[in-house]
């Protein structure tokens, strides 16, 4: 026969009640086929022959039939392979006749082998056509790559290395000691206090892992933060916002505990990962971890807003990158990409801005641009204080209401605008809270400094009037004495 097909292999979903499934190529015994089961976690278990199932039609051009005793589980993959031993047991016996039949069996044999060899192959790892490598072989021995991963080395070519790279330890950004490629170093400067760094390239004593030529930053502690004022009083919270995650070092100091503990967290969260300060020490897991999912959200330098990841894929809220022509960490919202600044720098588009503690004005001023006022409104019943003053600041003075003077309530402290004594001569309100006689317009005391009478005033029989500086009655104005005015 000719073969003009290329399948060797055919699947089928298990569903509790099928028990007979076919085969679309032809084998030449039942032992050709090797029958799997797929478990829905991906446990595959190989059946057996005639224990577990039995085969119909080989040698049947058009296939057959596997029959289960039991029928597959729902949920589990069946998958039929042609599975043919790689041997040639096709034997001519000079001078006989030529055997047409038995030669074109060993010939499609011969091709059965190739199609489930390319099979295999087709589900290898490959370099493309067009791809170079010296040599796929590594000869480390199974001690010595045990619980290692392939990787590639500085030339592309196949190595046996760490899970993520070799823990260094602790070192100040300018660096004390000489790295090499894929050494993992945390940084003790305060600037970048917690700031993982990965070296790319052989760097020597004093270069700064800052320097992008010889290192890479893996989790940035410090820009993680939300703002200054979140990471020195909230380091506690770190393990729930990557923007609250960096600390000072004064936070990292203060909530050691709280930093220990924040390396479990790093190893499902990016941002948590961030600000755990023992965690890149003790978890060699949690760093592999946080690398593999780092990859698909920080997203590197970028010279605009990129459109998809680096796999290609739709971007996800909470991606991040560098913006290499602004300078700036930005992070995507779901669907724009927003700038993460270092702090506050106005609260303008905040329409109800609080204090979270005293507003210390640190020697500046508090002051109004154009001209404006200051307006300082309590809400409800609340009055204003000034140091050991309250202001009653529900008290309202209407439009035409004139002559107002202020007062000091020595019994509740309180400070308030209180209508003048009637004639308005420079007379006030006193201490002992006595608005005088309103018809003559009589009070305690003068006001200070004042010096023009400007309200006609009747100083009554009996009543005795002072004033201690020269004192003018304004035009228009009479001053009547029918008591005593005595100028000091």
Known sequence: MTVSSTTTKNSYSGNGSTTTFAYGFKIFADADLTVILRSAAGTETVQSLTTNYSVTNAGNANGGNVVFGTAPASGVTVVIRRNMAQTQSTDYTANDPFPAESHEDALDRLTFIA???QEELDRSIKLSRTNTMTSTEFTVGATDRANKILAFDSSG??????ELGTYKGTDATV?????A???IIKSTTTAQLNNVYICVATSVVGDSLTDTDHFELLVDA????SSATTATTKAGEASTSASAAAGSATTAESHKDDAETAKEAAESAKADAETAQTAAETAQAAAETALDNFDDIYLGAKSSDPTVDNDGDALTAGDLYFNATSN????????AWVAITSGITDVVSDTTPQLGGNLDVNGNNIVSTSNGDITI????????LVGNFEF???????AGQDDFVMTYDNSTGHVSLEAAAAGGAGFFQGENGNTGDTTNGKGDIFRTHEQELNTNTTIASGDNCGCFVSLSIASGVTLTLSGNLVIA
């Open 222 to 225: 410090v820009s993680a933060a």
């Open 377 to 384: 409104d309590p809400n409800g019943t609340g009055n204003v």
């Open 157 to 162: 070519e196949i190595s046996v290395t760490q």
């Open 115 to 117: 199609q489930q060899q």
């Open 181 to 183: 490629v894929r050494d």
């Open 392 to 398: 009653d600041a529900d008290q309202t003075v209407g």
């Open 175 to 179: 660096t004390t000691e000489a790295y």
């Open 328 to 335: 700036v960490l930005k992070y995507y919202t779901g669907s």
